[in-house]
């Protein structure tokens, strides 16, 4: 076996998805590929999707290069690409097909989008499959258990012929991974000349061709396989690589207590593992988590949790990207390692609150188990797994601010002319603030109905759009009903609609309360003009405008009653709602990077926002709004009820580094997340810089290169953002006081 | 509700900044009240608007854009495309300014607020102060104001809140008297040991200030020690060495807090037009903490300083 050669071998772990090179001799490049799969689809277009997509899944997997390098310990695909996979012409072309001849509201959905009211589009980013039940089991074992369900349907007479496609789909992709494993294997032997890495990697792969894995290493390339052919073959997102130190503790400790591997092999292998996700180098970051608390109360921290923190600390890359499942019960020595790397800059990490998970997901009638078990996913998405395994699309990404655009402009937006709201009156009839609040209820109220009537439309047809072949197979209610697991065969399949611009839609509701109708400085008309004209000529009112006390995250009473108000409605208008696969819908406030691409599509707004700025994300003040500390912003915060958002509740802290310098500072770091917790907050995480180093960063970028933002759920490195993003973060660490 | 609730103190509080998340002003989370007025003149200090008890305008250059408005409504201020002047001799700190800016470049230093008031600031944060967390009366020299201090602590013990009371203790022993019941935690500044260095660096000597530590000591409330490290001024082996012996001598000192010194308050003195005092010194290093700090835990107190603190990177 070859260990202690991580830092030889990083430059190719680093090159591996970037700049990756594969022998020409191992099969087809990618282009052909592409073609070649498209025009099989096309010959086999008489037959069931799923079993299509197998089909072409297989092609891609037999035809796809491979390499097995002696500098690393997983094996490389060559159909990697993440913007040009080659089975998406195919999904492409379901799509339309789907969507031409199925999908009945589809003017409406285009209206919402080029509007900017919400934006919408088929989701297939969520999937994760049961890993505690498929570590067991192996890929032949998944394959294996199929075929039981198979026959068990055949036996009790439901194999309908919808049935069969679906096993035919999964059967097909199973056989195929564990071809592939063969291929993989059969080149590792030929590149071993006498490599023992290569010769273990060998070994590893007819074990999991043959098997389930048995130590660490085996462990390991399984998740980081199936995540492979999940996303580039069978093209689906798999957003959570699972609960890790739980998942592998039991591996773990059977190689060290049985000597098969030490502690530092197992802390390098971990090191190769982690550099896969940070070489494909996704914006959005790719998820693992660690911690939460057992049935009898006890915290899940192990000794695991702590080393795979430790090894993500030195690679000191932005992703993969941790959340925490945090409770009182947790160790203050693990918060303080995590707190630390924050301090540090190295801060892709985010704590969600047990507490608060247990919260929101038994208000949705889930059980205290589904909750204390849940996965996070994605940036800070959580949902049940197991046998009550939830899948969650998130389907459109609700603008709070186009609201009070359509009350100005009475239902119509005035960016598109495209009339995507109600008629709510003349301004003049807006007597009273509650008037104009209610108006803006009114419109959101109208988008919320538009983008669920438009989500339910296509989410009947999820399954004929991209059969989950490969993610059913994992899921034991899916085979139990012989559902699609994405589509309607997981136990809770739910769909989220996000938001972005709570906080900007809070400040403007306040700024209309208070120069519009508390100190009647202008009126609703003048203001709608004076918004047309992007502030040209009133600079000054702008400025008052931003300067008012009255902003929301700054524990102010006045504006935190309407972000309770606000989050009620939306909640009620949203949570519960049918969708179209037989779960319901959930409010969540996540804004991905939606607070920038909807921001694009509105107008001036009356919280003193220039037309097309960025509007506020998540939970969170307007960026630099919060003036009083984080101790008032968490107050405002949780004014909410996170019950509101059971998609998700994430809120953004930006801290001095003086306020948690020290000991003294974890220990109150601590207590600050601890009291967010225990006041049912969801997710939190931190950016701690001064402006100063930033300003440093942005002159010298080279002495900065290890340097990482928080950015929305994900992390992104200081010096490849553009400057005027750069210039956003420096604004907003000025105000935070030392 | 018992009838004193409904009484509106007379007397009320001059302060200049409510911190809130103060980490570094006694145990846990704290909110930190900053009131204004104080009987020293340090050199370095480094709050220097908080030093004379009178409201004052303060004007934050980099914000202004020269844009004119105050200038409008108070011709104290004369502005130019360049320059910005404040006629300070006239100015009464009526306000009017501070409305008509739109930068954040104009802040009163002294606003006044109620017992009542300023305890409701701090019970906003009773939810993070935990076990251990509280409220810090700080300033300039909180006990300047003790009556004030007073009936504001009394109404935070009402509500259990820990309470600490920041002070360079050269006030009269009357002033302690008034707070000693609802204090928990006394943070003492003893800026140098040597009366007439003492008087060189603060403008008076510290017997009072020395005096007030024995009496205070003997009272029983715990007391952490904060002395500021000024390379070159006050930080000298024999000098911290008789002030280790003077505090050795002490039965309840929780604590010796050394507090590096940092000039980045220069800001400030122009913010309200004082002449900048602060020494050309440089900040004291982890080794030179260290040096005062072995000396002091000679004597077997405990020490604790902020560069030991960090996470060493």
Same mark, same amino acid.
């Given at each position: 076996m070859e260990f202690g050669r991580f830092e030889q071998d990083r430059e190719y772990l680093n090159r591996k998805f970037q700049n990756p090179e594969f022998d020409p001799s191992t099969g087809l490049d990618n282009e052909t590929l592409k073609h070649q799969t498209l025009a099989l689809a096309e010959e086999l277009t008489a037959l069931p999707r799923p079993v299509v997509k197998a089909r072409c899944f297989e092609f891609i997997a037999r035809n796809m290069r491979i390499d097995v390098n002696p500098h690393d310990w997983f094996p490389a695909f060559g159909c990697y690409d993440r913007f040009d996979r080659p089975l998406t012409p195919v999904l492409d072309r379901f799509r339309e097909e789907v969507c031409a001849t199925k999908v009945e509201h589809r003017e409406l959905w285009e209206a919402l989008k080029r509007s900017g009211a919400t934006n919408i589009w088929i989701d297939f980013d969520h999937s994760v499959p049961d890993w505690e039940a498929i570590l067991p089991l192996g890929f032949p074992g998944i394959l294996e258990r199929v075929r039981t369900y198979r026959k068990k349907h055949e036996s009790q007479g439901t194999l309908t012929p919808r049935a069969k496609a679906y096993f035919e789909g999964m059967e097909i992709t199973y056989l195929c991974v564990l071809e592939t494993l063969d291929r993989f294997r059969s080149l590792a032997l030929r590149n071993a000349d006498g490599s023992g890495r290569l010769e273990r990697e060998a070994e590893c792969l007819r074990q999991l061709r043959d098997g389930a894995p048995r130590d660490t290493y085996e462990a390991l390339c399984f998740v980081y396989l199936y995540f492979m052919f999940g996303e580039y073959v069978d093209r689906m997102q798999v957003r959570s690589l699972g609960n890790l130190d739980n998942l592998l503790f039991p591996y773990f400790e059977r190689d060290i207590a049985s000597g098969h591997f030490s502690e530092s092999q197992i802390r390098e292998l971990f090191d190769y593992f982690m550099m896969q996700w940070a070489s494909i180098d996704n914006y959005w970051g790719h998820p693992f988590y660690l911690g939460g608390t057992d049935a009898a109360g006890k915290s899940r921290i192990n000794a695991l949790s702590y080393l795979i923190l430790e090894e993500f600390d030195k690679l000191s890359v932005p992703t993969p990207k941790i959340q925490l499942k945090i409770a009182a019960n947790t160790p203050d020595r693990f918060l303080d390692q995590a707190l630390k790397m924050i301090r540090r800059g190295n801060s892709s990490l985010v704590f969600l609150g047990e507490e608060g998970l247990r919260h929101v997901m038994t208000g949705l009638g889930m059980t205290e188990e589904d909750a204390r078990n849940c996965d996070i996913r994605g940036c800070y998405e959580f949902a049940a797994r197991g046998l009550h395994n939830s899948n969650e699309t998130a389907c459109g990404h609700l603008n709070m601010l186009k609201g009070i655009e359509l009350v100005f402009h009475n239902g119509t937006d005035p960016g598109t002319g495209l009339a995507v709201g109600v008629g709510t009156g003349e301004l003049d009839e807006l007597r009273s603030f509650d008037d104009f609040y209610r108006a803006y209820t009114e419109q959101l109220a109208k988008i919320i109905e538009d983008n669920i009537l438009c989500v339910n439309d296509f989410e009947r047809f999820l399954d004929e759009i991209n059969p989950a072949n490969f993610f059913s197979a994992t899921i034991l209610h899916s085979l139990e009903t012989a559902e699609d697991a994405f589509s309607r065969g997981s136990y809770y399949n739910n769909t989220t609609l996000l938001n972005a611009g709570f906080g900007s839609a809070l400040d403007a509701l306040a700024a209309i309360r208070e120069f519009v109708y508390e100190k009647r400085e202008l009126t609703l008309a003048e203001f709608r003009e004076i918004l047309a004209a992007n502030w040209a000529g009133h600079e000054k009112l702008r400025r008052r405008i931003l300067n008012s006390s009255r902003k929301y995250g700054n524990g102010d009473e006045s504006v935190d009653r309407y972000a309770d108000q606000l989050s009620r409605f939306i909640g009620t208008r949203i949570n519960g709602r049918p969708n179209a696969r037989g779960g319901i819908w959930e409010a969540s406030a996540h804004s991905a990077r939606q607070f920038i691409e909807l921001g694009e599509k509105t107008g001036a707004t009356p919280d003193g926002r220039l037309a097309g700025e960025e509007m506020s994300k998540?939970? $969170?003040?307007?960026?630099?709004?919060?003036? $009083?500390g984080v101790t008032a912003l968490i107050e405002s915060a949780v004014s909410i009820d996170s019950g509101c958002f059971p998609g998700d509740f994430p809120l953004d802290v930006m801290l001095h580094p003086s306020a948690v310098a020290g000991d003294e500072g974890l220990a109150a770091w601590r207590t600050l997340i601890h009291t967010y917790m225990a006041h049912n907050g969801l997710a939190i995480h931190f950016n701690v810089f001064d402006a100063a180093t930033l300003r440093d960063a942005q002159q010298h970028p080279e002495k900065y290169a290890g340097l990482q933002i928080r950015v929305c759920g994900w992390n992104v490195r200081f010096v490849e953002l553009a400057p005027r993003e750069q210039e956003m973060y420096i604004r907003r660490a000025e105000r935070i006081a030392p | 509700m018992n009838d004193t609730e409904n009484l509106e103190s007379q007397v009320t509080g001059r302060y200049v900044e409510v911190k809130r998340f103060?980490?570094?002003? !006694?145990? !846990?989370i704290r909110t930190t009240l900053f009131l204004k007025g104080c009987p020293l003149s340090c050199i370095w200090c480094h709050n220097p608007e908080t030093i004379s008890g009178k409201p004052e305008l303060g004007f934050h250059e980099s914000c202004c854009i020269h844009c004119g408005e105050c200038a409008k409504v108070c011709d104290c201020h004369s502005v130019s495309a360049t320059e910005h002047r404040i006629d300070r001799k006239r100015c009464t700190v009526c306000g009017k300014c501070l409305d008509a800016c739109m930068f954040g470049a104009l802040e009163l230093y002294g606003k006044t607020i109620t017992p009542e008031a300023a305890a409701e600031l701090f019970l906003r944060d009773r939810m993070f102060y935990a076990e251990n967390g509280g409220a810090t009366l700080s300033g300039g020299e909180p006990l300047l104001q003790s009556e004030f201090c007073a009936r504001l602590l009394s109404l935070l013990k009402r509500d259990a809140i820990h309470c600490a009371v920041d002070t360079s203790g050269a006030v009269p022993w009357e002033a302690f008297e008034r707070v000693l019941s609802c204090t928990d935690l006394f943070l003492y500044d003893l800026k140098s040991i040597d009366p007439v260095r003492h008087k060189e660096f603060t403008g008076c000597d510290n017997r009072l200030i020395l005096e007030n530590l024995q009496r205070l000591d003997a009272t029983g409330i715990p007391i952490e020690i904060r002395m500021i490290q000024v390379p070159g001024l006050n930080m000298n082996a024999e000098e911290i060495a008789r002030a280790a012996d003077f505090l050795a001598a002490r039965k309840h000192v929780s604590a010796v807090r050394l507090l590096p010194y940092h000039a980045l308050a220069r800001s400030k003195y122009r913010a309200v037009g004082r002449r900048d005092t602060m020494p050309e010194a440089a900040s004291p290093s982890y080794e030179d903490l260290e040096r005062s700090a072995a000396i002091l835990r000679e004597r077997g107190l405990k020490v604790i300083h902020s560069l030991e603190l960090a996470d060493g990177k």
């Open positions: 998540n939970l $969170s003040p307007v960026q630099g709004a919060d003036v $009083s | 103060a980490v570094h002003d !006694g145990p !846990g």
